[in-house]
């Protein structure tokens, strides 16, 4: 059974949502949404004590379904079978407090769910969360390869980029700064890329035998110095971002994109934005021949800016992107390395951690020749 203690302020603490090592059961899910999607999902809960003992034999009607393919959280997806209804719920990975923002998250994603660009969140639970299903049809590997959605995503963006209300929002989530005047948005890429490179080294005991000596974790931080130093002179602006816009993150509907999962989402230089969509192409394996070429690259920055845009626009845009290319690959190499410590997903972060690190000092070396 679900202990009441665990439902407890639902929707208004939002702070003091935690995330733990959690592995609900079928029935646990299903007593779940019972008592805190009931009305999402159209089940008539009159007569039922929600604080109290819920058999989830007595919903039997509610199927459960795991999603895989993510690599931070687990996702079920919830149907009402006798309505169609459905909700997703989330259960966030383990110790993912510790590199992932949640207050932060929480704030963008009601930001955006409030102008129509991101999906509702209908509760939160001690280590997880209720949202709402979206209908449509992940990209498949084959499309988004082939560039078929390139101009539908380059345009939402550039609308997420350039969203209303991000003045407002810089100050929710930066509550010191002050209100009067002009506000200046500082970038949270940086600060993430030391957080996680200061985890590796708090582990470094665990990290040393799956490295085995194939790069230095030591010397990587003076590569990294050197790397924002170059990519402070691209003078990007910072905009409100995705932070991982993979495919598994796009969703296409009639024709429509829409972006999922904003846990990475904050204010950061929009270079990075979309040189970490382009690195995506590049695969699980880092493949540098994946990579979209250059006219590949300019075309989605055209549509990004307008497909009316002058040349000299894509060329700066272009030329500003750059420098950011090859820091996704040393970014989610250093969060690859924190998941072989943390998570408790069933995939080879190990593998995946070495081939994106070396991937970024290979690439870096050749920039340097």
């Not at 691209?234 to 846990?263: M, Q, T, W």
Request: with cysteine; proline share 2%.
């Amino acid at each position: 059974m679900i202990r009441t203690s665990d439902v407890v302020d639902i929707i208004t603490n939002i702070d003091g949502v935690r995330d733990v090592e959690v592995h609900l059961t079928h029935d646990e899910i299903v007593i779940y949404c019972v008592r805190l999607a009931n009305v999402q999902l159209g089940i008539d809960v009159s007569g039922l004590d929600l604080k109290g003992e819920l058999k989830a034999s007595d919903f039997d009607y509610l199927v459960v379904d795991e999603i895989i393919g993510g690599l931070t959280n687990l996702l079920h997806k919830v149907t009402n079978t006798r309505n169609g209804n459905h909700v997703a719920v989330r259960i966030f990975g383990h110790k993912t407090d510790e590199f992932i923002d949640r207050s932060r998250e929480r704030i963008i994603q009601n930001h955006l769910c409030l102008q129509g660009f991101a999906k509702h969140v209908y509760a939160h639970f001690e280590g997880g969360q209720i949202e709402e299903w979206l209908p449509g049809e992940a990209v498949s590997d084959a499309d988004f390869h082939s560039y078929k959605y390139s101009h539908l995503i380059a345009r939402q963006l550039h609308r997420l980029h350039t969203l209303p209300g991000q003045r407002e929002l810089y100050l929710q989530l930066h509550p010191h700064v002050s209100a009067d005047g002009e506000v200046k948005f500082e970038s949270a890429l940086w600060p993430s890329v030391w957080k996680f490179y200061d985890l590796c080294m708090a582990n470094i005991g665990q990290l040393e035998p799956i490295i085995s000596g194939k790069f230095s974790l030591t010397e990587l931080k003076e590569h990294i110095k050197r790397m924002q130093t170059y990519c402070d002179s691209a003078r990007s602006p910072v905009v409100l971002c995705h932070g991982d816009l993979s495919k598994g993150n796009i969703v296409i509907e009639s024709e429509n994109v829409i972006f999922l999962d904003y846990e990475y989402s904050c204010f950061m230089e929009r270079g990075f934005d979309i040189a970490n969509h382009f690195s995506e192409f590049a695969a699980y394996d880092s493949d540098s021949k994946m990579m979209p070429s250059e006219d590949v690259q300019r075309d989605f920055i055209r549509f990004y800016l307008g497909e009316a845009s002058a040349d000299e626009q894509i060329d700066a845009l272009f030329k500003e992107i750059q420098p950011f290319l090859i820091i996704p690959n040393m970014y989610w190499g250093l969060w690859a390395l924190l998941q072989c410590v943390y998570s408790s997903i069933h995939t080879d972060f190990a593998h995946y951690s070495i081939n994106r690190i070396e991937r970024f000092l290979t690439d870096l070396e050749a920039a340097s020749a």
